[in-house]
Structure formats: C-alpha cells, structure tokens
C-alpha cells in the first residue's frame, strides 16, 4: 500500500495578528516534501500559532505561504485535509480516562466515517474492518508504539502512559489518515535526553517515511529544516503570544473553499476535526 507524499511548506513574511497584538511575524519557511521542521523559539513567541496556521488551523494576517502548492490562507480547507495534528495542547489533547485501544478504535471509526469514498462504503463490513485494522497497525508501527509493552497493553489508560508512550500515541493517531503533513507541538518538552532523542528519531523516521513533519520545540535537532519565532515582532505588553484570537473553523472539506470567513476565537476553541476527529 502506498504511503503519504509529503507536502512542501513554503512561506514569507509570514505574520498573524491579533486583538491583542502580534502572535508571530517576519517568518521565512523553505522545506522540501518529507522535511523534518523544527519551529524553535521560547514559550510564548508564537510558535504554537505559527504551526497552526501552516496546518491550516489558523488564519494569517501577513505575508504568504503555500503547502503542497496550496496558498494559505485562502485554501486552508484543502490544507486540513490533506495535514493532521499530533499533540497540540487545548486542541488535540488525548482523554485521559479512555484506554489506547479506545483512542484507537475512536480514530479509525472517524476515518471511515468523513474520508471513506463511495466505493470503500459499498464494501463488505469485513474488508472495510480489515482495512481500518492495517491503518491502525500500519500507523503504530510508524509511531514504534509497541501495545504489547504498555502496563495494560491495549487497555491501557492514557492517564498511565509515559510522556514518550503519550507522545507516540498521538502521532500513531494522526497516521492513520496517512496526511502528508503532520504538526506536532511541545515535541521536547519535558522529556530528559534521552527520550528527547528518542522523540526527535521518531519525527525523523515519519519525514523519512514521506510525510513532512512540522514540530514545535525548544531545541531543533541539527538534521531539521530551522524556523525560528525570535525575529519576530514581540505582542504588545500583556498579551499572550500563544493566543492572538483568530482561529479557522470551517468543517469544509470541499477543495474549492476559498475559506473567506474569519473567527474570533483561541486555539483551545479550535474545531472538532482539528481535535478528537
């Protein structure tokens, strides 16, 4: 089965601003498809809204930007579709009290459920199970989460995994839409060297699977394409960074959506399908 093609990312002078001031600003991205990107910069800079917006979560005010050749932020439907997010806290963030095999089973149903075309509807219900069940060990096995060695396996609670065991599961959850693009926020945070390491090696071997990979940190690795918030415009006294207050929610999915509505609202309000589905 053939996998994902990653998306190049593109962008220049890229900005989003705000009701309470600028979020990120003057930001440059040159990555080729299956690039492994690493959004660096300290807490509050923007680096959550800057992955956002080149995941078509959110709205730039500045500049320009284009991934897989779709420009941004006129064709931020057609982005959602073809990018998925990771952990991105207060949007994407796992239920502590399901087990794996619930967020599992959750995500797999989803995707039968919003992407499955006509002809993969009109199968029979046991090719269409077995189908789900190869995404979902075909996207572990890509994550390197290994069920078996978890406390419970796949009864395990989210609440009981290990933050890299948390993070594995996130990702693991996002393949199973095989995108091309996939955002993951805080990758290093709270993880000692060693498993720093190891969560770097594990976003390195998806980009090298063919999905490009955009990651927030506070340490790029050597081997990522650098994007940096420093340079950039800091908010105006007293305003989160993190949270200019425009964020997309159009559900269309439908690719000619030239998404011309705009929203007031945080990245912890974003919609369902940037989050559980």
Do not use: N, Y
Not at 141 to 165: C, I
Not at 197 to 220: N, P, Y
């Amino acid at each position: 089965m053939d996998g994902p093609h990653g998306a190049a990312v593109s962008a220049e002078d890229f900005g989003l601003k705000g009701p309470r001031g600028w979020a990120f600003r003057s930001v440059d991205v040159a990555a080729e498809p299956g690039a492994l990107v690493a959004i660096e910069g300290p807490s509050g800079s923007g680096r959550t809204c800057l992955l956002l917006a080149l995941a078509g979560r959110m709205r730039a005010t500045e500049g320009s930007a284009e991934v897989a050749g779709l420009p941004l932020p006129r064709r931020m439907a057609a982005v959602r579709r073809i990018s998925a997010l990771g952990p991105v806290p207060g949007v994407s963030d796992l239920d502590p009290a399901l087990t794996v095999a619930e967020h599992l089973r959750e995500r797999a149903l989803l995707q039968r459920h919003f992407d499955g075309s006509l002809r993969a509807l009109l199968r029979p219900r046991a090719q269409r199970a077995a189908t789900a069940r190869e995404r979902v060990e075909e996207a572990l096995a890509a994550a390197g989460l290994d069920l078996s060695a978890l406390p419970k396996q796949e009864r395990t609670a989210v609440r009981d995994l290990e933050r890299l065991e948390e993070l594995r599961l996130s990702v693991a959850l996002a393949l199973i839409s095989r995108p091309r693009l996939l955002a993951v926020d805080d990758a290093d945070l709270k993880l000692s060297d060693t498993e720093r390491a190891e969560a770097w090696a594990l976003l390195r071997s998806v980009a090298d699977g063919g999905t490009t990979v955009l990651a927030v940190c506070s340490q790029a690795p050597d081997e990522a394409v650098l994007v940096s918030t420093r340079a950039g415009t800091a908010p105006d006294a007293g305003t989160d960074a993190d949270d200019p207050g425009t964020t997309d929610t159009d559900p269309d999915t439908d690719p000619t959506d030239t998404d011309t509505d705009t929203d007031e609202e945080g990245p912890a309000d974003a919609i369902a399908e940037t989050g559980r589905a």
